[in-house]
């Protein structure tokens, strides 16, 4: 297959693919429908009819999104090879990644192994750890000695490095989610020319919401200094830079942290009071840049990788309706749990227009 014509058939494939997107009035219909119409939707009936805990409805939904992700990931990735496929590749990754936090906390509070093993996720070959010689690993810096032999190296050697140092999972916690997002960035840059910058545009709207959340978080519910949190912020967003960050997180509060954002940023954020808040607006920020990159973007790659950011948010949103309606939970709940506004509306669509 020619460069053009996988090209060609990667923006037909992605195109298709994109139809089964929601609109923000489709989930408004999912919040008023009866949770027997969705257990047949969503191939749920049976697990539903069981009376499964929450908690292991929460794990079969997990389960049930990362295998569509998977399915879906693998139909992308045919016609590509090189920088491009890498990116999607790494993108997925973040799935086994929290199979690897898990498999540290379980060895950190000294779980048995059959316990740790519950916890994690099925993942095919192409991303998965070698759960089993992990689990035997005799401590945690072993453990990601282990990792850096393998496609995981650069994740694995900044957080032993860390771990290193400060010898607690925090920071450990946080050098991985840091390592995982630069590495999306290194492997943007090293695309080929014709998707680069559109690659760095979806990818610096996408770091611009986890800085802004890690600094509040960091910040103002884990009460780390200033210089702490910096550095574990990654200064190569799209509308928040170096300068601007180094100011933010000197900020003594959350209400701060808002005042001091500027342009595009400063108007969706003014009205933000809590980090719940924050991160929804946040979401709708990159939701909008990944349709407006989904739409028309040159790139194929580019509009793969925002289909598969979309898709995802969706069947988080899906699920968390699910199981709120399992819960018997009111509609402001179920909206609040899936990220949705108080108030029905086209929030995100309204916002595509104008973002770019």
């Known amino acids: 297959m020619t460069a053009i014509t996988s090209q060609t058939y990667l923006k037909t494939r992605v195109a298709v693919m994109a139809k089964q997107l929601y609109s923000p009035r489709r989930f408004e219909d999912l919040i008023h429908s009866p949770l027997e119409t969705l257990g047949k939707d969503f191939s749920l009936v049976g697990l539903i009819e069981q009376g499964l805990s929450p908690a292991t409805l929460n794990r079969v939904a997990e389960k049930a999104l990362i295998r569509t992700l998977m399915q879906e990931l693998s139909v992308l990735l045919r016609p590509l090879e090189g920088p491009a496929r890498s990116i999607l590749v790494h993108w997925i990754r973040k799935f086994e990644l929290y199979n690897l936090k898990a498999i540290i906390r379980g060895k950190l509070k000294e779980l048995p192994f059959d316990q740790i093993r519950e916890n994690l996720h099925d993942l095919p070959p192409l991303i998965s750890l070698p759960h089993e010689r992990l689990l035997r690993t005799e401590n945690i810096l072993e453990l990601l000695r282990q990792l850096e032999e393998g496609p995981y190296r650069d994740i694995a050697h900044q957080a032993r ?58 910040r103002f519910s884990y009460g780390l200094s200033a210089t702490e949190t910096y550095f574990l912020l990654i200064p190569f967003g799209r509308r928040l830079f170096r300068d601007h960050l180094k100011l933010l997180v000197n900020e003594d509060s959350f209400e701060g942290v808002i005042e001091g954002l500027r342009g595009h940023f400063k108007d969706v954020m003014s009205d933000v009071g809590n980090a719940l808040e924050a991160e929804r607006i946040l979401d709708n920020e990159t939701a909008a840049q990944a349709h407006q990159s989904l739409r028309f973007s040159p790139s194929a790659v580019t509009r793969s990788l925002a289909y598969l950011v979309l898709r995802e948010m969706d069947l988080k949103r899906i699920y968390a309706v699910i199981q709120g309606k399992v819960l018997k939970l009111d509609d402001s709940l179920i909206r609040t749990a899936a990220g949705m506004p108080g108030v029905p509306g086209e929030e995100t669509q309204a916002r595509v227009a104008g973002h770019v």
């Open 161 to 218: 490095r860390v771990y290193e140092e400060k010898n607690e999972p925090f920071s450990l916690d946080a050098a991985i989610d840091h390592s995982y997002y630069t590495g999306l960035l290194r492997r943007a840059s090293a695309a080929e020319p014709k998707d680069r910058s559109s690659l760095l545009r979806l990818l610096g709207a996408m770091i611009d919401q986890q800085n802004l959340i890690w600094l509040l978080r960091y």
